[in-house]
């Protein structure tokens, strides 16, 4: 069984920056492929960004050269750094891992870029 845990979010004038964390306790999070996903109101969740286990990482288009993803193995946990945060960047964060075939969701944490 996996659980994911987000912290991070709050409260962030334009042109800010927030670091998400996601600490994942589980089996072999090395293996796992990490994501982050965001959910607007009235809006669909959306990919933000992906980390596999050994691969390279990806972007929506949105995000592209703002925001960057990394994992630390050594303490089972993927971050999200996001510079340069604008209005539409307000969302419920949720991270997300798969592995072995199995998808899991964090509870999310709520990011509101707001002047």
């Known amino acids: 069984q996996v659980q994911l845990v987000e912290s991070g979010g709050g409260l962030v004038q334009p042109g800010g920056s927030l670091r998400l964390s996601c600490a994942y306790s589980?089996?072999?999070?090395?293996?796992?492929?990490m994501g982050w996903y965001r959910q607007a109101p009235g809006k669909q969740r959306e990919l933000v960004a992906r980390?596999?286990?050994?691969?390279?990482?990806s972007y929506a288009d949105s995000v592209k050269g703002r925001f960057t993803i990394a994992r630390d193995n050594a303490k089972n946990t993927v971050y999200l750094q996001m510079n340069s945060l604008k209005p539409e960047d307000t969302a419920v964060y949720y991270c997300?891992?798969?592995?072995?075939?199995?998808?899991?969701w964090g509870q999310g944490t709520q990011v509101t870029v707001s002047s």
């Open positions: 997300n891992s798969l592995i072995l075939a199995r998808v899991y």
């Open positions: 589980g089996t072999r999070f090395s293996i796992a492929t």
């Open positions: 980390i596999p286990s050994g691969g390279s990482t």
